[in-house]
């Protein structure tokens, strides 16, 4: 299926964190490369041919939604986002279309997310039936993501709560995961503290500002 007929999957960026971790504020909006954390993440999307993709936002909206002003993303709001992130995936799920079959769900903290890993994900689902899960696997061992849910997982998605966010899910459905080889360790990178940030801007040549 070509790029102009994956309207049917969806695209969900995790972006209600509080990130206590990160003392300079609200990660998602640390600079990079011009353009803020989060907005590497939901390019990827953009440019793998995602039609539909929601963020999902916690502490400081509008400051977000500004900062993606340009791009083609609808907003959801968890007003219970010091809960977890469990709550943040089960009101971004909640909030999908009838017309979608699947989506790739992503902290929104990750940018070394590429559109090639995405468009990979997407054959992988396709050529399983569109029934598996389906989620990178680094050579190491190492699960990644972003992680395409089918459709008829939603349900446990939407009844998500707490911090673990999909993970405890992920354990029980275990042998519904289809797990696909991926070399590129920045499906496992994020970010969650200035140093982390720091070390990805001088990978990237970036210069040490925020």
Known sequence: MGEAGRSYIAALVLAAGSSTRFAAGNKLLAEVSGKPLIAWTITAFVEAGISSISVVTGPEPERVQSALGELPVQFVRNPNHLAGMGG?????????????????????????????????????????????????????????????????????????????????????????????PWSDPAVALDIDTVEELERYRAAKQEPHNS
């Not at 929104?108 to 997310?113: E, V």
């Not at 696997?137 to 190492?142: E, F, H, I, K, S």
């Open 88 to 180: 943040s995936i089960a009101a971004g799920v909640a909030a999908l279309g009838e017309d979608i079959a699947a989506v790739l769900i992503s902290p929104g903290d990750m940018p070394g997310i590429s559109a090639e890993l995405v468009r990979s994900l997407i054959s992988a689902f396709e050529a399983g039936g569109g029934e598996r899960i389906v989620r990178p696997l680094l050579p190491d061992g190492r699960p990644g993501h972003p992680v395409v849910w089918p459709r008829r997982f939603f349900p446990k998605l939407t009844q998500l709560s707490g911090p673990e966010g999909g993970r405890t899910l992920l354990r029980e459905l275990a042998s519904e995961i289809e797990q696909m």
